[in-house]
């Protein structure tokens, strides 16, 4: 399955909208970069864990690890850079965190029941390299028409190498890869839905508390 082939124009539009709504407020988008830093920070966590305790940390491994921390940062920057001050990952510092966290978490857990070892890690890194790809793509289109200078470019290289290299790794170990693929896209996609909704969650609950106060 390629990127191409993952319906996900019935709610583009949704995210455009989403986005555009929070460039014109620093601290707002300083809450949802810091997300996607804390979204990179787990995903990172996760393959320094798995991979650690199963001993295939491998320079290929160390590689993608090193990358996606580094993409943490890259956000936590920006996020820090928009607030005017260092940021953790509290609930208050990121918008939707618990979504935010069930995301990555309920979707590891998932693919983990269905499979195990290097594959679960080939899996979860597709599965997301899929979803961050097109996000990216989507968010840096809406950056440039906002004349933001923030750029994505070479964040966008490195997620579309990793994605290569996961698909390369996955049909070298695993036979049925497409149809295991197909399953956990429809679970990824269900759980970025509910993330979705949670960050229009707290943009509504921004808007309604500065309409109170004007009124």
Known sequence: MT??????G??????RLLLGQMMGDPALQARFLNTLSLLEHIGSRKILVSQSRSGSLSGRTLK???EETRHAFFFKRAA???AGHELGYEDDEVLAGAQARAYMGRLDAFIAQHVSGKSAYLFMSLVIEIRA?????LYQEVLKSSGQSLKLTSLLAEENGHLAEMREQLAQLVTESEMQLKSFIACEESL???LLHGLEESLQGKSDRLEHRAC
């Open 3 to 8: 990127i191409a082939e993952v319906d996900c």
């Open 10 to 15: 019935s709610y583009a539009q949704r995210i």
């Open 64 to 66: 993608h690890l090193a």
């Open 80 to 82: 820090e850079a928009a």
């Open 133 to 137: 790809t097109w996000f990216y793509e």
């Open 192 to 194: 970025f839905l509910k």
